[in-house]
Nanobody
């Protein structure tokens, strides 16, 4: 079992910045890819950014050049630095961890942290 706890969300003006954190605890041995997803009211959950255990990153087109994903393996934590925030970035941001232990691959999700960007 892996527990993911997000933090860092809040209310920010357009053009501002926030840094989200997601700390993993529990059976963290098999954590591979970690990422951030978001879901705005009335919309489906969408990928924001992912990062592999080797540091390879992937970003949604909507956030490229503005968001940066990183991880600290010693702390079992993934971060999302969000700059130049726009009102359309308003959403609940959820952390995801992919756990692979030999034959088993399991996705774990955090409860989310709310980001609200005002115009």
């Amino acid at each position: 079992q892996v527990n993911l706890v997000e933090s860092g969300g809040g209310l920010v003006q357009a053009g501002g910045s926030l840094r989200l954190s997601c700390a993993a605890s529990g059976s963290v041995f098999g954590i591979n890819t970690m990422g951030w997803y978001r879901q705005a009211p009335g919309k489906q959950r969408e990928l924001v950014a992912t990062i592999t255990s080797g540091g390879n990153t992937n970003y949604a087109d909507a956030v490229k050049g503005r968001f940066t994903i990183s991880r600290d393996n010693a702390k079992n934590t993934v971060y999302l630095q969000m700059n130049s925030l726009k009102p359309e970035d308003t959403a609940a941001y959820h952390c995801k961890a992919v756990i692979q232990l030999l034959t088993r691959v399991i996705d774990y999700w955090g409860q989310g942290t709310l980001v609200t960007v005002s115009s």
